[in-house]
């Protein structure tokens, strides 16, 4: 690496560092073509945090789901095995409690210390965290388990090295759970988006329709439909 100084004041010096260009790789991820809702999500824009009760979920964000053409069928792609098969780390073929475990777009595959996989459930009317109650919980329990001994048996990273999660919202309505190392700090893993799965499991053996009653908290942008619904409602 070529350096440049900037300033050196005793013992402490500022460089510029020229890598070499086959150092010098950048991962990129091509969606073609992008839809408006994939434009808004990488556009910078002003964030709120909305409080949504049981029933804003029932009169606001459900119907506006089953308004929208949101397409999954990249996730059906994986499932069917038509994409991506290659890359599968684990599969429990079982339709009610089954999933496919493989390495997230956004993780090279190589360091560790950015792990970052995605468990897809077999499932498919499951949309989000909303849908889930008691009948869910050997699904759940199912992808903790044998996610957490894939991921050790494929890369020696233990249970308690591990941060998994759901998202609310999540960013696409077909039931998955994320696994990321925990030296990794993750887009999406703070707590206004964020819902560890073991946390998920003991809030619905407390009450199994724990999340048809809770009110749940997360950040939506300015551009997002949905935040345009809440502001319709009088909610933000």
Not at 53 to 69: G, V
Request: proline share 3%; net charge neutral; charged share 25%.
């Amino acid at each position: 690496m070529q350096t440049k100084l900037i300033l050196q004041n005793d013992i402490y010096g500022t460089y510029e560092g020229y890598l070499k260009p086959d150092l010098n790789a950048v991962k990129t991820t091509l969606i073609y073509p992008a839809t408006a809702r994939h434009i808004a999500k990488y556009t910078a824009q002003e964030v709120f945090l909305v409080k949504e009760t049981a029933e804003d979920y029932q009169s606001i964000t459900l119907p506006f789901i089953e308004s929208q053409q949101f397409s999954t069928q990249w996730v059906y792609n994986i499932l069917d095995k038509k994409c991506e098969s290659e890359r599968i780390v684990f599969e429990d073929s079982d339709s009610a409690i089954g999933f496919i475990l493989l390495p997230d777009m956004k993780w090279n595959g190589t360091h560790v210390d950015d792990m970052y996989l995605v468990g897809i459930c077999h499932q498919r009317e499951l949309k989000s965290l909303r849908d889930l109650n008691a009948k869910h919980l050997p699904l759940l329990k199912n992808l903790l388990q044998k996610g957490q001994t894939a991921i050790m048996d494929k890369y020696q990273v233990p249970a308690n090295k591990l941060r998994i999660y759901l998202h609310y919202q999540p960013s696409y309505y077909h039931l998955h759970v994320h696994f990321t190392h925990l030296k990794y700090d993750a887009p999406g893993s703070g707590v206004e988006r964020a819902h560890l799965l073991e946390d998920v499991i003991e809030n619905i053996e407390l009450d199994g329709n724990y999340y048809q009653k809770k009110s749940l908290t997360f950040m939506l942008k300015e551009k997002d439909k949905l935040c345009e619904k809440f502001r319709e409602a009088g909610k933000l």
